[in-house]
């Protein structure tokens, strides 16, 4: 079993940055691969970055490429999401999602979910 719970998020002009974190519970949190995503107001889930869970592979989604950059530290049971040069068109609900195998970018594949932490961007 893995509880996530992300923090982080918040109000933040276009061009700035934010750091997300999410703290996970549970003994298995070193051995699973994470995945941000991110929904936004009628929109469907979209995929945002993985991890494995040695770091050794990540993955972004291409609203991400070249402005986040996912990262993790098993020793704090913590995924963190860095997010730079932030636009309007990046406000949404963000969650991580953990899973047993390897990252994935489509969300039916992520058995667990934090409750997700708001990021608005203003112009």
């Known amino acids: 079993q893995v509880q996530l719970v992300e923090s982080g998020g918040g109000l933040v002009q276009a061009g700035g940055s934010l750091r997300l974190s999410c703290a996970a519970s549970g003994r298995t949190f070193s051995r699973s691969a994470m995945g941000w995503f991110r929904q936004a107001p009628g929109k469907e889930r979209e995929f945002v970055a993985g991890?494995?869970?040695?770091?050794?592979?990540?993955g972004y989604g291409d609203s991400a490429k070249g402005r986040f950059t996912i990262s993790r530290d098993n020793a704090k049971n913590t995924v963190y999401l860095q997010m730079n040069s932030l636009k309007p068109e990046d406000t949404a609900v963000y969650l991580c999602?953990?899973?047993?195998?390897?990252?994935?970018?489509?969300?039916?594949?992520?058995?667990?979910w934090g409750q997700g932490t708001q990021v608005t961007v203003s112009l």
């Open positions: 999602a953990a899973r047993f195998t390897a990252w994935s970018g489509i969300p039916a594949n992520y058995g667990y």
């Open positions: 991890i494995n869970w040695d770091g050794g592979s990540t």
